[in-house]
């Protein structure tokens, strides 16, 4: 079935430090979403990319999508206190299937 | 004050029971979904419905079963025959399926004892 890995699985980074991670796809998506999720809390919904080699930004984040739409990466920076949480990449599964396949996600640790 | 509502926070079961977990929305979406999420795991499948009176397994169906006789009600059983079950339980919906954004509820935290 298909696979969506993300690496790294944590990173510590002290506040003020870039972030990045990065989010792969064994088949083609027709588009991914990142989502965060805060310790104790519930997935929360940060964007959607659709097209090939698609760029958006809020803010300080900033999202990718690959030209092959098989790849993605969330880069945040100078980091805050306030970005600590668990940043997942998701996509469409294969074939007609509902739902979303989720990457493990990156568990970001930030030292004051 | 639009949002998905899941109950109880937390729930408890004995081995052998069946449990029933709730998820009610009111955003007037029609897809609803089930996830399991374990400990520095990302959220797994477990069913979804795309319209009332409908619904599909998803990747760890086994051990589960829902219902979807309403659009804003989604419920979720945990039966005996599902060998791991304490995890970390997520609702969710989307007006339009797969390439929509998904709402989550707060999630439900399930121990078996």
């Known amino acids: 079935g298909q696979q969506v890995m993300q690496i790294p699985q944590y990173q510590h980074v002290q506040e003020g430090e870039d972030f990045t991670t990065y989010c792969n796809s064994s088949?083609?998506?027709?588009?991914i979403q990142w989502y965060k999720q805060r310790p104790g809390g519930h997935p929360v919904f940060l964007i959607q990319?659709?097209?090939?080699?698609e760029v958006k930004k809020q803010k300080r984040l900033t999202f990718q999508f690959g030209e092959a739409k098989k790849n993605s990466s969330l880069h945040i920076t100078a980091t805050q206190t306030t970005d600590v949480g668990t940043y997942f990449c998701?996509?469409?599964?294969?074939?007609?299937?509902?739902?979303?396949?989720f990457g493990k996600g990156t568990h970001l640790i930030i030292q004051p | 004050d639009g949002g998905i509502t899941q109950s109880p926070k937390y729930l408890f079961r004995k081995e052998g029971q069946n449990v029933t977990l709730s998820c009610e929305q009111n955003?007037?979406?029609?897809?609803m979904y089930w996830y399991r999420q374990d400990p520095g795991q990302g959220l797994r499948l477990i069913y979804y419905?795309?319209?009332?009176?409908?619904?599909q397994k998803g990747d760890i169906a086994e051990g589960y079963s829902v219902s979807r006789e309403k659009k804003e009600s989604f419920p979720l059983t945990v039966t005996s025959a599902q060998k791991n079950p304490t995890a970390f339980y997520l609702c969710?919906?989307?007006?339009?399926?797969?390439?929509?954004?998904?709402?989550f509820g707060q999630g439900t935290r399930l121990t078996v004892v």
């Open positions: 419905s795309q319209i009332v009176n409908d619904f």
């Open positions: 088949t083609t998506l027709s588009n």
């Open positions: 969710a919906s989307s007006i339009q399926g797969r390439n929509t954004e998904a709402f």
């Open positions: 990319l659709v097209k090939s080699g």
């Open positions: 955003l007037n979406h029609d897809a």
């Open positions: 998701a996509g469409p599964p294969r074939g007609g299937a509902d739902g979303l396949t």
